[in-house]
């Protein structure tokens, strides 16, 4: 259903023509002198609970003559006429630990704006100056202890091959690959894909990537723009009591306020769309602010053009905006949202010389993915102890498939006929209770109601005629509720301590699951934690309602109704060394112990859905199957410093699981071993180095999949692509490698900041398979290859 061909030819036809142009172009532009500044503003909050900080001192590290200021009652502080290129800022306040925010890059196109939350410090040592530490990687939610970092913005952009995608980036850290390099699907220490749970503002959101397909946590092209995203959080694994319904991984995405003093806006157009953005002020009088994002697929507008794009049209455009509405009384209020359209269209030709094989076409295909959600925050301080954050989110998903095939009679016969509409509605509410300054709780349920309309049918190759598995439309509803503690016992002893409750009301399935991590600071920039949690995850729900037998009369039955939650414990054990200021190594190995994994109900075999990744399956299911994920992980990370930056990590693991036969065996993520290797550079060039020219540079190493053998002749007579069961996962394909370059030119002038980049994905062209099929044109079984080279153009201006 998701086709990269005429991305493939499109990123290679017209990136040649502006690589010469691209590398020329440094030397083009005048070196004219110029002193660039800019404005560095924002606002300090405690951390925990959200309240300003009053006469908390900002200053510029490394500035001549010193240049610093306060917040105000607000918390409000603005440093102005700040050197564009990347700054260290030193926040300090007494009660509070010391941070230091190294490399924040000072554009000239526009201010920065930041918001940034400290940690109460114990100890308060009033008397005794306590060094500061960088630490880049800290996650921002503070009782997240193990297997959890922030990633920013900026590395999305930064990072090779990353091109402004969160999953995409993730694959450069430890224990999470690739699942298909068409897509930004990711595998989390061995699990599916499916067992990521992605949040925004603090509550669960759809599935944000284009041409996704139900039950999936990834697609093609992620729907969110990085113009309204900040510093968010990564996890893979013994998550906070908060975050539930997920197996493998979680991404917590916060999202930027617009400039509530000017109007900024950023255009940006590539081969993957062209971007425009706007942020500023509702009025001069008010602290309230927009932004918002729009992006229309390039692929599209060259086909209105009447270019031609390939066999498969394929279309997106999408739409996120954040919208910040303070009052002076009642808390402060935002609306955001995002909303994407995808669809793939190919059409066929009726002449049998061009149907070299099965694909080549002889397929109508009509392929539509469209999500989207709308929600609202309202947060407040109850008391100088207390802060409460409410979210309500309203959502939809539509998919749907309709493909038919040319017979040798050139008539279209149906294939696939897929139909799938969600629309859900949502609330949250979470408090933050700083009980003493060791103490703090964070509480909160949450509400989800989901309406559904589900339809599939498909080709029986055996009695040639279309079946239908899938007819069902109601209502279901999920609760969740969680509290947890930190506790700090000391200023080098930390515990948190939660539990989370899920519970599916549409077969009353309930699970409660207890959670908790400590941490031990060994010495300054040296520790060591161990992390537990019990997860579970609700299944999609076309699983619920698959149907081996639709009866007209008497109704339909539903085998996997009472389906229960997939379980898992996780347990991780972290150690955490800052080798040198800006260099850090980290080390952690892993355990999770899956169980209640639905596997067949009628026979023994291999099969489990631990190895599938969308969200519906053709049989009956039962309840016990188990899995097991072990490995581990290294990470040594030289953070930003003197415009040089370097990652290693790698990771040693093992993926098995057992069917309702009871055999051990490799799932289909079992690769066995995996590797990254990051380095960038970057060159400030012009009289007055206004000017940055970067270069990031990316390799990939990932054991091979697993993959089952085919069977030929059950092949031939079905006419499609039949396993042979009894050898699942018993081949392994060969090893993926792949490197990936970037290459950026920024240029600043006053007011206005530009960055030509371009992003070479699989620079050495190589053939990574991704698996094998049957074509039944050709009857003969036919290797499928992920990506070959593409180059990916983009040009931004800001202002």
């Not at 142009?21 to 002193?35: E, G």
């Not at 404005?39 to 900080?53: A, E, F, S, Y």
């Not at 510029?60 to 607000?74: C, F, S, Y």
């Not at 308060?124 to 800290?138: A, C, G, M, N």
Request: hydrophobic share 35%; proline share 3%; no cysteine.
């Amino acid at each position: 259903m998701q086709n990269n061909r005429p991305f493939t030819q499109l990123y290679r036809k017209q990136s040649l023509f502006f690589l010469a142009s691209f590398i020329l172009l440094p030397f083009i532009y005048s070196l004219h002198a110029q002193t660039l500044t800019q404005t560095i503003r924002g606002v300090i909050l405690d951390k925990n609970i959200q309240t300003p900080i009053v006469g908390a001192t900002v200053v510029l590290v490394g500035a001549t003559p010193i240049k610093g200021t306060i917040t105000d009652a607000e918390g409000n502080f603005q440093l102005n006429q700040v050197p564009i290129g990347r700054q260290t800022l030193k926040i300090t306040s007494m009660g509070y630990k010391e941070m230091l925010m190294s490399n924040v890059m000072v554009n000239a196109g526009k201010e920065l704006i930041l918001s940034v939350g400290l940690e109460e410090d114990i100890t308060q040592l009033s008397e005794i100056t306590v060094k500061p530490t960088v630490e880049k990687d800290k996650p921002l939610n503070e009782m997240a202890t193990v297997s959890a970092r922030t990633f920013s913005v900026e590395e999305t952009q930064r990072y090779a091959a990353a091109i402004n995608d969160p999953a995409r980036m993730a694959t450069a850290y430890a224990g999470v690959v690739s699942a298909d390099d068409g897509g930004n699907n990711i595998v989390i220490r061995g699990n599916a894909p499916n067992g990521l749970l992605w949040r925004m503002e603090g509550i669960d959101i759809p599935n944000p990537n284009h041409f996704s397909s139900l039950g999936a946590a990834g697609g093609g092209i992620s729907i969110l723009s990085a113009q309204v995203l900040t510093n968010s959080d990564f996890l893979t694994g013994a998550f906070p009591a908060e975050y539930g319904n997920a197996l493998s991984g979680v991404f917590d995405l916060k999202l930027r306020k617009g400039n509530n003093q000017k109007r900024e806006y950023t255009v940006q157009a590539g081969l993957l769309g062209l971007d425009v953005a706007a942020e500023g002020p509702f009025s001069k009088n008010y602290k309230g602010a927009y932004l918002i994002n729009y992006r229309y697929s390039t692929l599209e507008l060259l086909s209105k053009l009447g270019l031609p794009v390939g066999d498969f049209a394929q279309r997106f455009q999408d739409l996120s905006y954040n919208i910040s509405l303070p009052t002076n009384k009642f808390g402060k209020f935002t609306l955001f949202g995002f909303g994407g359209l995808s669809s793939t269209l190919g059409t066929p030709k009726a002449d049998s010389t061009l149907w070299q094989t099965e694909s080549d076409k002889r397929y109508d295909e009509n392929f539509k993915s469209n999500t989207g959600a709308w929600g609202a925050t309202h947060s407040i301080n109850l008391s100088k102890q207390a802060f409460l954050k409410t979210v309500v989110l309203y959502s939809a998903y539509e998919n749907g498939f309709q493909q038919r095939r040319y017979t040798s009679e050139y008539i279209l016969e149906p294939r696939y006929d897929t139909k799938y509409t969600l629309r859900k509605l949502a609330l949250t509410s979470t408090l933050n209770y700083k009980i003493t300054a060791r103490l703090a709780l964070r509480a909160g349920a949450i509400w989800s109601h989901q309406a559904y309309d589900l339809f599939r049918e498909s080709w029986n190759g055996e009695q040639k005629k279309m079946e239908r598995f899938l007819s069902s439309d109601g209502q279901t509803a999920t609760l969740q509720a969680y509290a947890q503690f930190n506790y700090k016992l000391s200023e080098k002893l930390t515990v948190n301590l939660g539990v989370h409750t899920l519970a599916l009301l549409l077969n009353n399935s309930r699970s409660i699951e207890p959670r908790g991590s400590l941490k031990w600071d060994l010495a300054p920039g040296q520790s060591v934690a161990f992390g537990y949690g019990s997860h579970s995850q609700v299944h999609p729900l076309s699983l619920y309602f698959y149907s081996n037998k639709l009866l007209t009369d008497t109704g339909v039955e539903y085998p996997n109704l009472n389906t229960d939650f997939t379980k898992a414990q996780h347990f991780v054990l972290s150690y955490d060394r800052l080798l040198t200021e800006h260099t850090r190594l980290k080390i952690e190995t892993y355990y999770q112990s899956l169980n209640n994994v639905p596997v067949s109900a009628d026979e023994r075999n291999a099969f489990s859905l631990l190895n599938v990744t969308d969200g519906f399956e053709l049989r009956r299911l039962a309840n016990s199957g188990k899995g097991r994920n072990y490995g581990l992980e290294l990470t040594l990370e030289r953070f930003l410093h003197n415009n040089f930056y370097y990652m290693l990590s790698g990771s040693v693991f093992k993926s098995e699981y057992t069917g309702s036969d009871e055999i051990w065996r490799s799932t289909r993520f079992d690769g066995g071993g995996a590797g990254n290797f990051l380095v960038g550079k970057e060159w400030l060039l012009g009289h007055s180095k206004n000017n940055v020219l970067g270069i990031n540079l990316k390799t990939t190493y990932v054991g091979g999949f697993r993959t089952t053998p085919i069977d030929l002749a059950a092949s031939r007579r079905r006419g499609e692509t039949v396993l042979v069961e009894t050898e699942t996962n018993s081949q392994t394909l060969d090893a993926y490698f792949r490197s990936d370059v970037r290459v950026s030119w920024k240029r600043n002038r006053n007011g206005f900041t530009s960055t030509l980049s371009l992003d070479i994905q699989n620079v050495t062209n190589r053939q990574n398979i991704f698996g094998q099929y049957y074509d039944s044109n050709l009857d003969k079984i036919k290797t499928a290859y992920q990506l070959p080279l593409i180059p990916v153009l983009n040009y931004r201006v800001e202002f």
